[in-house]
């Protein structure tokens, strides 16, 4: 109630003849404090400094603010698909891009056709009838 005297620039008695009279608003909390409502007034820029103005402001503010972020979220929502979809390409061409598991070994005898040489002289290197090449 002091504050509210002070806002108004009357004394507490006046502000407690107005609520009384229904001309300023109040509530009473739960402990017995008085809750009293002021009038809204302009301020030295002669815009309202009414709580409806602010509340106006800060509605617009957040609107905006959450279209921006809606737009984010659309944003990420498209580059995590596009990478969904890369991510999946790339599975379907991993048996194209693995290494074999095990050098592939071409039989002796093929190697001794292709290649015109028989087993070493010496007989170095002779396994169950045929030679042995190294890589």
């Given amino acids: 109630m002091a504050e509210a005297a002070e806002r108004l620039s009357i004394t507490k ?12 608003g109040s509530a009473r909390t739960p402990d017995g404090t008085v809750m009293v409502y002021v009038p809204p007034s302009p301020t030295a820029d002669g815009t309202p400094s009414s709580p409806s103005a602010a509340n106006d402001l ?4 957040m ?3 959450i279209r921006y972020l809606e737009c984010q979220v659309e944003e990420e929502r498209e580059a995590r698909r596009r990478a969904d979809t890369l991510l999946a390409r790339l599975m ?10 095990a050098p592939a070994r071409r039989p002796a005898a093929s190697q ?3 290649s015109g040489a028989g087993p070493p002289a010496n007989g170095i290197g002779a396994q169950n009838g045929s030679a042995r090449v190294s890589w």
């Fill in 63 to 65: 609107r905006e603010r």
């Fill in 112 to 114: 001794e056709a292709s």
């Fill in 13 to 24: 008695e006046a502000v407690r003849k107005r609520i009384h009279r229904g001309t300023l």
């Fill in 58 to 61: 800060h509605y617009a503010k």
């Fill in 92 to 101: 379907d061409r991993l048996p194209e891009l693995e290494a074999p598991a």
